[in-house]
């Protein structure tokens, strides 16, 4: 029996690679949200918004556009690097507050 030869392209099977191709900044959204959540949290909220902007085109694409995963992982570490960077602020914010009005002032102290 005689079987035509394997396409030159797709999975190492012979069988044609079939399926949604991936969101173009997929992989992109994927580094920022783990590069905000490790090293640099300002990258955070750029991970965020464009993660929630392929997902929306993802979801509207009806199927034909893939990579929800990576994009959902980025979308989620720019969600808490956000959140740190906001605690962070609000941190930094809160001693300089106590330290003008003099509540981490050690000199003010009488013993």
């Not at 394997?6 to 044609?16: A, C, E, K, Q, V």
């Not at 392929?54 to 979308?75: C, H, K, P, T």
Request: with cysteine; net charge neutral; hydrophobic share 45%.
């Amino acid at each position: 029996m005689n079987y035509p030869p394997p396409p030159p392209y797709g999975s190492p099977y012979g069988y044609p690679a079939y399926g949604p191709q991936d969101h173009p900044q997929a992989i992109t959204i994927m580094i920022l949200g783990i590069l905000g959540l490790l090293l640099c949290q300002f990258l955070g909220p750029v991970a965020w918004v464009m993660g929630k902007k392929a997902l929306n085109e993802i979801d509207a694409s009806g199927g034909a556009i893939g990579g929800r995963s990576s994009v959902m992982a980025g979308y989620v570490c720019g969600i808490v690097s956000s959140i740190l960077l906001i605690l962070t602020i609000l941190f930094i914010i809160t001693m300089v507050i106590l330290t003008v009005l003099g509540v981490l002032d050690s000199s003010s102290s009488t013993y």
